[in-house]
């Protein structure tokens, strides 16, 4: 059964701290994703990646950084959060490049800013 | 620009019929992807369209129409448990997936 894991549902943080939002992948996929979710804007991609090491800018890679040192595990930085990043935050896996790119998505981190 | 298009609403009662609309301006399509979330929840997986025509899965159905940039999903004899989110997403020429805003469908009984 695939699975993806996020470290934590929710998160309560205080500006300027720095947060890190883990997620893991079990089913050897090449293809990770952050997104944030908030209402009415849909799914925004943050920064993405397609191997080890490797990493893209998505449309909101602002105030956000990201690693990916293991295949298995994508993590997500606010190197100094602040309260315009509270949100719902989002990671999805999918298999190598190609038509079908079906994502699948972690149970998602909901993250205060106080 | 690319853009999909969603309602942000709609409304339909328990064991009715209801579609769910999305056009589409993408640079290039790979295919066109439909997800399902409830509130609080992760999106996940309904169906996936690359070709014209009707793809029919048990109560859901999705159709696409690549000339016409468009695409809908029905839903039918509608259960409350169907209340969710719909989320239409574009497959592009560079293989990125791009979302819409998603459709809230609230379900009466």
């Known amino acids: 059964d695939v699975k993806v894991t996020q470290s934590s549902r929710y998160l309560v943080k205080r500006t300027g701290e720095k947060v890190f939002l883990e997620c893991v992948q079990d089913m050897d996929h090449e293809n990770m994703f952050w997104y944030r979710q908030d209402p009415g804007l849909g799914l925004r991609l943050i920064y993405f990646?397609?191997?080890?090491?490797?990493?893209e800018k998505g449309d909101i890679p602002e105030g956000y950084s990201v690693s990916r040192e293991k295949k298995e595990r994508f993590s997500l930085i606010l190197e100094s959060a602040s309260t315009n990043q509270t949100s719902m935050y989002l990671c999805a896996s999918s298999p190598g490049t190609g038509d079908y790119n079906e994502q699948f998505f972690g149970p998602g981190t909901r993250l205060t800013v106080l | 620009g690319q853009n999909i298009d969603q309602p942000t609403e709609m409304t339909a009662t328990e064991g009715a019929i209801v579609q769910i609309n999305c056009t589409y301006q993408t640079s290039g399509f790979n295919g066109l992807f439909w997800y399902q979330q409830h509130a609080g929840e992760a999106p996940t997986f309904l169906s996936y369209n690359v070709l014209d025509g009707l793809e029919e899965k048990g109560r859901f159905s999705s159709f696409l129409s690549r000339s016409k940039g468009y695409s809908y999903l029905l839903l039918k004899e509608l259960q409350m448990k169907d209340s969710a989110s719909y989320l239409c997403?574009?497959?592009?020429?560079?293989?990125?997936?791009?979302w819409g805003a998603g459709t809230k469908l609230i379900i009466k009984p």
């Open positions: 997403a574009v497959t592009d020429s560079n293989y990125q997936l791009i």
């Open positions: 990646s397609y191997d080890v090491k490797m990493k």
